[in-house]
Structure formats: C-alpha cells, structure tokens
C-alpha cells in the first residue's frame, strides 16, 4: 500500500479542504494519508510554510501544490502511481 503526504499545520483551514479531496481518492486507490505537521520542523516550515497544504507520495519527489482540484488531485495519484 502507498503512503501519500500532507504537509500541514494545525488552523490551516485550505489544509482541511485538500484532506476533504484527498480521503475519497485515498479510498478509492487504497492508500494512507500521513498529515505531516510541519510548525515543529525549521526544514520542512522554511521548505512549506508559505506553500501548504502540499501532498506528495512518499518516497517520491513529485509535489502537488494548492490550490488544486478533485481532478487535478486524481491525476497526480494516479501518475504517481503509475511511476512507482
């Protein structure tokens, strides 16, 4: 099963809006979502404090940066996958 990244932090409410467009996807390709809370890490809050919500399959370089869409979301995935 893939894992797939949400780069987050608490109050973010674009954050919840991306994680409601990302649970049906996850259901239907069968993968977890890891919120990554980045407030407490200096590298991943200089890397995506002003750019969050941010998804991104783990292990993968690929990012998916908001704003996006429920069909720009399904692409990503799939072509992610695809490439794994």
């Keep these: 099963m893939s894992s797939v990244i949400l780069y987050t ?4 409410h674009l954050c919840d809006q ?10 239907r390709y069968h993968f977890t979502i890891t ?3 980045i407030a407490f890490d200096p590298d ?3 890397r995506y404090g002003i750019r969050i919500p941010v998804i991104a399959l783990a292990n993968q370089q690929a990012e998916l940066g908001w704003p996006f ?16």
Excluded: H, K, Y
Excluded at 69 to 84: G, K, N, P, R, Y
């Design 44 to 46: 991943l809050f200089d």
């Design 35 to 37: 919120a990554q809370e």
């Design 9 to 12: 932090t608490t109050g973010c």
């Design 18 to 27: 991306a994680l409601a467009l990302l649970q049906p996807v996850a259901e």
């Design 69 to 84: 869409t429920a069909e720009e979301l399904d692409q990503f995935i799939v072509t992610q996958l695809e490439a794994s």
